[in-house]
T-cell receptor
Framework: GAVVSQHPSWVICKSGTSVKIECRSL??????MFWYRQFPKQSLMLMAT?????????EQGVEKDKFLINHASLTLSTLTVTSAHPEDSSFYIC?????????????FGQGTRLTVV | TQLLEQSPQFLSIQEGENLTVYCNSS?????LQWYRQEPGEGPVLLVT?????EVKKLKRLTFQFGDARKDSSLHITAAQPGDTGLYLC???????????FGEGTQLTVNP
């Protein structure tokens, strides 16, 4: 399958600082990437859809000014958690989709465990 | 947005037992994927089913897509502790490359 690399795998930051998470598709071009948040033993909650060369589309209830998304190239999307607070602590996962024989397949990064202290 | 209902949400069984996870929707999907996720990692694609009634096997895992392409099941035979993880189904919305995920099934196989 395709490879999506997410970095860092974990980060601890102080409350009020910003954290950037990178998501790269290593062996295919992804015009669309997705950012998810996941709580323990729960499914993925879609935060936003990252579109290459245009603004991200945010899901209802997700603050676009807090979770800045940039998709500057076909292989890289970044999520910046601005002015992080302890309630932002979570597992963040990105995915990149490709069409395979006309059907969508999603490949996920390894996830980033964010802890805000 | 199409919704996928996944059941059961939690499942704890003994090694060697069989189990089935269900994924249901009132809507039709062009395809459906199953993923497995281990703690602290991203989900890994297991299989994609496309055709109504399709059955795919991956060692002890059997995946089936409903005839009407509204539901799917994952059957594991003789479960092993290594099968422990979060299983997610995801449907391909026909409008684009966005997937709709089920709520997930947390499977624990005890030795």
């Amino acid at each position: 399958g395709a490879v999506v690399s997410q970095h860092p795998s974990w980060v601890i930051c102080k409350s009020g600082t910003s954290v950037k998470i990178e998501c790269r598709s290593l062996d295919f071009q992804a015009t669309t990437m997705f950012w998810y948040r996941q709580f323990p033993k729960q499914s993925l909650m879609l935060m936003a859809t990252s579109n290459e060369g245009s603004k991200a589309t945010y899901e209802q209830g997700v603050e676009k000014d807090k979770f800045l998304i940039n998709h500057a190239s076909l292989t890289l999307s970044t999520l910046t958690v601005t002015s992080a607070h302890p309630e932002d602590s979570s597992f963040y996962i990105c995915s990149a989709s490709r069409l395979y024989w006309g059907n969508t397949e999603a490949f996920f990064g390894q996830g980033t465990r964010l802890t805000v202290v | 947005t199409q919704l996928l209902e996944q059941s059961p949400q939690f499942l704890s069984i003994q090694e060697g037992e069989n189990l089935t996870v269900y994924c249901n929707s009132s809507s039709v999907f062009s395809s459906l994927q199953w993923y497995r996720q281990e703690p602290g990692e991203g989900p890994v694609l297991l299989v994609t089913v496309v055709t109504g009634g399709e059955v795919k096997k991956l060692k002890r895992l059997t995946f089936q897509f409903g005839d009407a392409r509204k539901d799917s099941s994952l059957h594991i035979t003789a479960a092993q502790p290594g099968d422990t993880g979060l299983y997610l189904c995801a449907g391909d919305e026909t409008s684009g490359s966005r997937l709709t995920f089920g709520e997930g099934t947390q499977l624990t196989v005890n030795p």
